[in-house]
């Protein structure tokens, strides 16, 4: 069975450790925090200038000069520290950030990303993504695996306009969870029940099968 | 004081100098800290062919929404559009430019505008549309593109709170892109909720230094929420 998006969040989490700064997008990203281990600290920057993001606000804490990157209205939690935009990306750029996490249309061997701009369609924008992409060291996409069409999103080349170039190293899909190393992807885990046979054919790009690839268990 | 105090009485005299096919500056994230009243005030002031640079271009009917109605912008450099039929329509029939830059380069173009840096380097883009006509050069193996400052003959930012020396603090992420404008306009107006005597405001956590600020005016404000979400 492919994942559902909590299942992909549930494992996103997995690679978070105690102390880290995090930024997640838009999208299954946003659900990570919802999973992260009781006993971690962990602080979430929200590009717009914030480290530090909160719950949700209640009806009587709703703010409107507090939102998060993706315009949500939220809180502020112990700890928080709220600054201009460009120091907010001297963060990002900056390596300062210890994981980042955000969704793609397409990603390839070369550990590019496209994720902002499909050509003949309405462009509305990069927003943050080019410099998350090129300021992390540490990148988690989440996907799935092949478009709607069946069409696979993990190619030898991007066929799409780049985020960014080189800056890809660790994949996370509805089917598998691969890394990106030395022109190939890397099949560490499946999903539950989803045969290593289903990922090749729907792996477009280069697929080495890692010796100890591992089934997910959740 | 007179010669250092910022306030002006009227939104008329607040933008007083604004012309057609100036460029203006713009805070604001969303619709999260902007300047509301003097966008309004852009409005009425019928000025045309803006080039106007903020992060984003409001909604249909608000924010910097508005100035799309009478078509007084005729190019947005932002990092993310599109949130309102009009801006796509005019996109769309070609009768408005935009040029998208990456968010954190549009912060850092405004910073360096503001600093008297003219251009800088950052890896932000490299190998995408972005870095399209742009110099690259290695520093340590890794390639970076060379992006070019940002400065506006005004400025409009919103503030919360300003002292009569232009000081001013922002609330919350209401500050986001507002301190860097403020650095880069020729002419800066910033527009708050309160106006304090001077000495309320602690030094040290003065924000904006009233050595960029022009004019400052109170305001009251709508505050519009985007996105409304509260805990279930």
Redesign the interface.
Known sequence: MALTREQMAQRVARELKDGYYVNLGIGIPTLVANYVPADMDVMLQ?????LGMG?????GQ?????????????T?RRGAS?????E??AM??GGHVDLTVLGAFEVDVEG?IASW?IPGK??????????LV??AENIIVTMTHASKDGESKLLPRCSL??????CIRKVLTDLAYLEIDNGAFILKETAPGVSVEEIIEKTAGKLIVADDVKEMTF | MAGLDKRVATYEQALEGLTDDMTVLAGGFGLCGIPENLIAEIKRRGVTGLTVVSNNCGVDGFGLGVLLEDRQIRKMIASYVGENAEFERQLLSGELEVELTPQGTLAEKMRAGGAGIPAFYTATGYGTPVAEGKEVRQFNGRHYILEEAITGDFAIVKGWKADHYGNVVYRNTAQNFNPLAATAGRITVVEVEEIVEPGVLLPSEIHTPGIYVDRVIVGTFEKRIEKRTVKA
């Not at chain 1, 929200?46 to 914030?50: A, I």
């Not at chain 1, 309405?122 to 410099?131: E, R, T």
């Not at chain 1, 306009?161 to 080189?166: D, E, I, V």
């Open positions: 929200s590009e717009n200038g914030l719950e949700f606000p209640t009806e709703l703010d409107a000069d507090m939102i998060n990157a993706g315009k949500q209205t939220v502020a709220i600054f201009n935009s460009a907010s990306f990002i750029r590019n701009m309405l462009v509305k924008g990069m927003g943050g993504a080019m410099d090129a300021g306009p780049l985020t960014g170039a080189g």
